[in-house]
């Protein structure tokens, strides 16, 4: 197992990319804690994580709130004594077009997406500091690199993460942090069950060289890699997992 014993917070786990992130994490030996706005289930998530063989603690946090995401870090602290790992993966995936994006969904974006990775970053890593290293992952997007229609706040949210990735890497790889980023590209979950049309996915379908959507299962694989020992020397990478989308030309 890469990752036996080491403990590790995953935000935005209760469902989708996060909570195969959670059981990815977990089959390498990590104690999971699956964090997530919906409490509820977030206790149903951690519990299939358990049922699975692994170890898993749910609890409830508000990505965007300072005083949410304080009480979570002191609450793992308190319960594991350590941190190793933290996934950035919580994300909201409001589509609109910028002449019609309210300030409240434009807000509210960049709380969760961008903010919300900041303020449990800055609290975790200040953790990880302290005990002498850890591995960060954010989760950012294809739609942080390129200009989707519809994805003036979300894309910019990506793109702020993608940069805020690199300065994080640079300031703590000294202080034996890692932090680098997976970018999926279209993934089936319930966000872009909600996000896509029929026509969406056939045009997806042929600008994706790989022909398909990605699965939760091989985003967590990428991001259990950059937890890992192997990636003990990858500071401030972006990873696409995209079947080849970003890579692809005109031709
Ligand atoms: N699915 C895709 O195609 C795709 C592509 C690129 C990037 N992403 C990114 O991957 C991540 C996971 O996406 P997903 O498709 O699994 O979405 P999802 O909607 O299935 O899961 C997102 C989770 O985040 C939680 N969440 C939302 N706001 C939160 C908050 N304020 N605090 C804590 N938790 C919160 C939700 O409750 C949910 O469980 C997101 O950051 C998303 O932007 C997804």
Redesign the pocket.
């Given at each position: 197992m890469k990752l036996e014993g080491r403990v590790a917070i995953v935000?935005?786990a209760?469902?989708?990319?996060?909570l195969a992130i959670a059981h990815a994490l977990s089959r390498e030996g990590a104690i999971v804690t699956v964090?997530?706005?919906?409490g509820d289930?977030a206790r149903h998530a951690a519990a299939t994580v358990e049922a699975a063989g692994g170890r898993a603690w749910p609890i409830a946090?508000?990505?965007?709130d300072p005083a949410s995401v304080s009480s979570m870090t002191e609450a793992v602290i308190a319960r594991f004594g350590r941190l190793d790992i933290l996934v950035n993966?919580?994300?909201?995936?409001r589509t609109a077009l910028f002449l019609e994006t309210s300030i409240e969904d434009w807000n509210r974006t960049i709380a969760?997406?961008l903010t919300?990775a900041f303020l449990v970053g800055q609290a975790c890593a200040r953790v990880m500091v302290q005990r002498g290293g850890g591995r960060i992952v954010n989760?950012?997007?294809?739609?942080g690199q390129r200009g989707g229609r519809g994805r003036a706040a979300y894309g910019a949210a990506?793109a702020g993460l993608d940069l805020l990735t690199r300065v994080m890497a640079v300031e703590l790889a000294a202080q034996g942090v890692n932090v680098n980023a997976v970018a999926?590209?279209?993934?089936d979950?319930?966000?872009?069950e909600a996000a896509h049309d029929a026509a969406t996915r056939a045009a997806y379908g042929r600008l994706i060289p790989a022909a398909r959507y990605g699965r939760?299962e091989e985003i967590a694989e990428a991001v259990v890699f950059l937890c890992s020992d192997a990636a003990r020397y990858v500071h401030g990478h972006t990873l696409a997992v995209d079947g080849g989308f970003t890579a692809a030309g005109m031709m």
């Open positions: 935000t935005g209760a469902g989708g990319i996060g964090a997530d706005i919906a289930e946090v508000d990505v965007a993966n919580a994300g909201i995936g969760v997406n919300g989760i950012t997007s294809t739609s990506k999926p590209g279209p993934t979950t319930k966000m872009v939760p």
